[in-house]
Every structure is written in structure tokens, then in C-alpha cells.
């Protein structure tokens, strides 16, 4: 069995135990052990970031410029190889892991320019004789602090622009698929960045995320995950003057109305809520439809969802792969219940089913969920299930669907599905999220634009695109006296 070691000072170092990785797929399948780092490898890490952080944060950008692009050349030649790993490790379809592979590539390709760009300002001064400037500087050593349902993409929309940026870092990747995060580490190490620039520590995120979130030689937190973490890394990054970024979780509403395109908005709803197995933070969970266009849409729907094949991750044809893990997979089935007890009803899947490769209960496997007859205040419409379960409220009109989308404590993504121009321009205004989407899903965006939420969804500036320096710089306003 390989074992995966972490990455510090440019060593691979072991932790203090081994943890297997397994394929939620097949739970005979152990795809590799992964080290379990302790707050010692967190001392060790930081302590290398922040020796290697002067001549990295002053040194040539044009050298940080290839390491990146060298980097991303590398996984967009391997995006396969690597996607079939994140497959394997996390359960969406090997399509979807090359995909996700392919974007990691083309992050780090994004920032290896932004490198070059990162520009000031030269301003009068408003007393005679003095020059101003305004120039952005890196932040120092950050912890990046990562989810299990996109192990590469969202480690390298952190890792890349910390980097380019000039600023050292520690990651600790989501320990149920640390396979994709290694995967990118032992890349990095190869690409020529100097020793303790980027650090990799695995582990359970109580003992390594919190040692990060704590440690005082961090100076900056990016963190991807869930409300109740992020919450409590906040309160512990604001008392001790951390900068800090939080993307968390999601309630997305998708609007459909009566003039919407019947397919599209059914194509688009099914793929936003179950594709990737429901377990997209941009995942469309509540569906908002009119009254006019309701009955069709759900029979709609209905037959989209009968006609997906559910199975192995790497098995060519499947639509959806295995819920992440059993945890997963009980919280799942436990919504549907949720929902059942609240009055709804289940009007398509909702069940644990045995693996289409015929290895039966091997994998973590549920039948996409659509549940009717929901009511906004309904615990299935309020709180993050985040797996392959969407539930629908009926409204009478846009206002109404308006006001239910913005009924929740979330704010990351919002879709509409109309041919009303007015409507999609009211909602892209008043519809109270960090992305909105007109006649497309509610996940599937950009890596060149801001990403992001508002509400409990988000906390701190914007990831991704050149807002991504808001964080990973600080700004610094110099006088000279001419
Ligand atoms: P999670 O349980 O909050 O974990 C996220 C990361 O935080 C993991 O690396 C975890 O380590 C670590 N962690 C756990 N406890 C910690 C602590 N006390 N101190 C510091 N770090 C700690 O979330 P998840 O289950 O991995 O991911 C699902 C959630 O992520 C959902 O809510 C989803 O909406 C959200 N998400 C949001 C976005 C977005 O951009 N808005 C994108 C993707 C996912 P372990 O691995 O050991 O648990």
C-alpha cells in the first residue's frame, strides 16, 4: 500500500499515523494510506512558510510566473490521470473529475498571468510637493483549509493566487479525500518553487485546521466548508487579528416560470440539483416553480430523473456516483425523512439502491430525491442537506418565487428559468445572492470572475478571477516628499 507523506520545508515528512482512503464507489477499493499530521508538523510548516516568505514575497514575479504556469501545464497534461483519482476518492463521475482536474489546470494557468498584473496607483497629494502611492503587498504565511466535494479545484483557487501573490502556504486538505490534494502537492514540489513556500499537512481538521486557525505565525485564513466551522474559525481568527475568508454552505433557489422553456428548465434543474450527486455548495436544492408551468415540469423532471444511471464513478455511462461517505449518506437519508414527517411528499427517489456494477450495498449510493409538496419554512427547505436531494415549492407568480428565493439564511447561488426579459433582469437585481444565473444552472461558473456568496453563504472578500487579490494582498499607501 503507497503511503502519502506531508510536504514541509520541501521534505516528506510522516505524521503520527496512517489513515486509508477509500473509494465510496467500492468500499474494497483502498485507494492509498494518507498520513495524519498533529500540531507539531503545524509548528514545523509555518515555521518553513514564514523562513521562506522574504525572498519569496520579494522575490522575481517572473519566476513565480513559470512555477505556476509549470504547475498547471502539469495537471492539464495528467487532468486523466487526475481526474480518475478524484473520481475514485470522491464519488463524481470520472467526466466530472477530469473536468474538475481540467479547471484546477487552468487556475493555476490564470494566476502564472496575474503574477504579471498585479498592479498600483499614483496619486497628487492633496498637500503640494508629495507624491502618493498605492501598492498591494502579500499578506505573509496563509492556512488554507479545504472541502472534501471539489479535493482539487478548490485547493488550487487557493493555493494559486496565494502564490502568485508572493504570500507562503500551509494547506490542510479535506481528510475523508486527501488523494487529489497530495496528488497537486507533489506537483507543486516539483515545479521549482523554493522549500517551505508551500506546505502540505493532512490530518483531521480538530487537531490540524485548528492548530492552523490558531497558530500566531498565520496571518491569514481561507477556509471552504461548512456554516458551523467557518463560524467558529472566524470568531478565532477575528480575536487574534487574522485576516480571514470564509466560503460555506448553500440553499439555492432555482426559479422556474410558467414562460420559461420547458426542457431547458427541466435539463438545467436536474442538473444543477443531482449532477455531481447533489454535494455542490452551488447545487440548486430548492426549486421554486409557478403554478402554470408546475405539473409539466414535474412529470418533467420525474422522467429526466428514471432515465439517470446511478453507479461506479468510474464506470462509463453514470450519470451520478456514490454520496462522499456513510456519514453522507445517513445525513441524506434522513432529510427525506425529515421531509416525509413534515407532510411532503417523495415523488421520485429518496432510497439507498445497490450499485449498478452489481457489487450491491459496496458503494454509498441514494436515488436522486425529489420531494413535492414542501413549504418554505419546511426544514428540507431551510437547512443544507447537501447531497442528491431538491425539493420543490409551489408559488403562485414571480413575486412570490422572488420573495421564497430570498427566504433563506444562504446567499451563494440563485438561477431563474424564464423568456421574460423583464423578470430576469428584476431577479439578476433583487435576487439576494453572490451569483445569479438566467436560463443555466446554479452551479457551473467561471474561474477568470469573482466567486462567492452573501448572507451565512460567505464571510470576507470574493475567491477567484483577479478579485481573489483583496485577500491574498494587503494595501500600503506610501508618501514621498518630492
Ligand atoms: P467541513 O466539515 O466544514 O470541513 C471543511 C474543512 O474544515 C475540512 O478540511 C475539515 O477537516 C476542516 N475542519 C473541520 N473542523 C475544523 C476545525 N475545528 N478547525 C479547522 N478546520 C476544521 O465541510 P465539508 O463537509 O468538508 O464540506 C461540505 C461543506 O462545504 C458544505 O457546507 C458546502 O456547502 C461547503 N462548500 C462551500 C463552498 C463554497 O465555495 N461556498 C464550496 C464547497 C463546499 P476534516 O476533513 O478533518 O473534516
Known amino acids: 500500500m503507497t503511503q502519502h507523506l506531508n510536504l514541509i520545508h520541501g521534505e516528506w515528512v510522516a505524521g503520527h499515523t496512517l489513515a486509508p482512503n477509500l473509494n465510496p464507489s467500492n468500499l474494497a477499493d483502498v485507494i492509498g494510506e494518507y498520513t495524519q499530521g498533529d500540531a507539531a508538523q503545524v509548528d514545523l510548516a509555518v515555521a518553513a512558510a514564514t523562513a521562506a516568505f522574504p525572498a519569496w514575497s520579494t522575490g522575481s514575479v517572473q519566476a513565480r510566473s513559470d512555477a505556476l504556469d509549470k504547475i498547471g501545464t502539469e495537471i492539464l497534461a495528467r487532468r486523466e490521470e487526475l481526474g480518475t483519482l478524484l473520481s475514485r476518492e470522491e464519488g463524481k463521475t470520472r467526466a466530472e473529475g477530469i473536468g474538475e482536474a481540467t479547471r484546477a489546470g487552468q487556475i493555476f494557468k490564470f494566476f502564472a498571468g496575474e503574477c504579471l498584473r498585479l498592479s498600483g496607483e499614483t496619486l497628487p497629494s492633496v498637500r503640494p510637493g508629495i507624491g502618493v502611492e498605492i501598492t498591494r503587498e502579500p499578506v505573509g504565511v496563509v492556512g488554507l483549509i479545504t472541502p472534501w466535494n471539489f479535493p482539487i479545484a478548490i485547493p488550487a483557487w487557493k493555493i494559486a493566487p496565494a502564490l502568485a501573490f ?52 498565520i496571518h491569514a485564513i481561507s477556509f471552504t466548508g461548512s456554516v458551523g466551522v467557518g463560524r467558529r474559525i472566524a470568531e478565532t481568527c477575528v480575536q487574534s487579528g487574522k485576516k480571514v475568508q470564509l466560503e460555506m454552505g448553500g440553499k439555492n433557489p432555482q426559479v422556474i416560470l410558467d414562460d420559461a422553456d420547458l426542457k431547458q428548465a427541466v435539463e438545467l434543474s436536474v442538473q444543477s440539483a443531482f449532477f455531481s450527486t447533489g454535494q455542490r455548495c452551488t447545487a440548486s436544492s430548492r426549486l421554486i416553480v409557478t403554478e402554470g408551468i408546475y405539473e409539466q415540469f414535474i412529470a418533467g423532471v420525474t422522467a429526466r430523473l428514471a432515465g439517470l444511471k446511478i453507479g461506479d464513478a468510474l464506470t462509463a455511462g453514470t450519470d451520478i456516483g456514490p454520496v462522499v461517505s456513510q456519514a453522507q449518506l445517513e445525513q441524506d437519508l434522513s432529510y427525506v425523512e425529515i421531509a416525509k414527517s413534515q407532510g411532503a411528499t417523495v415523488a421520485a427517489g429518496g432510497q439507498r439502491v445497490a450499485c449498478h456494477t452489481g457489487s450491491g450495498h459496496d458503494g454509498f449510493f441514494m436515488a436522486p430525491a425529489l420531494i413535492t409538496d414542501t413549504t418554505p419554512e419546511q426544514r428540507i427547505n431551510r437547512e443544507e442537506v447537501f447531497g442528491p436531494v431538491a425539493s420543490v415549492i409551489r408559488v403562485k407568480n414571480y413575486e412570490e418565487a422572488l420573495a ?31 451569483m445569479v444565473m438566467v436560463n443555466l444552472p446554479t452551479a457551473g461558473v467561471d474561474y477568470h470572475v469573482p466567486f462567492g456568496g452573501r448572507k451565512g453563504s460567505s464571510y470576507g472578500p470574493r475567491e477567484q478571477g483577479r478579485y481573489a487579490q483583496e485577500f491574498y494582498t494587503t494595501v500600503k499607501t506610501a508618501y514621498t516628499l518630492a
Open 166 to 217: 508572493g504570500n507562503c502556504v500551509v494547506l490542510k486538505p479535506a481528510d475523508l479525500v486527501p488523494g487529489s490534494a497530495w496528488a497537486l502537492a507533489e506537483i507543486i514540489s516539483r515545479s521549482g518553487i523554493p522549500a517551505g513556500v508551500f506546505n502540505l499537512v493532512m490530518g483531521r481538521g480538530s487537531v490540524i485546521g485548528d492548530a492552523l486557525v490558531k497558530h500566531p505565525g
Open 404 to 434: 421564497v428565493a430570498n427566504d433563506t439564511e444562504f446567499g451563494l447561488s440563485a438561477g431563474i428559468a424564464t423568456t421574460s426579459l423583464k423578470h430576469a433582469t428584476h431577479f439578476k437585481r433583487h435576487a439576494q445572492a453572490g
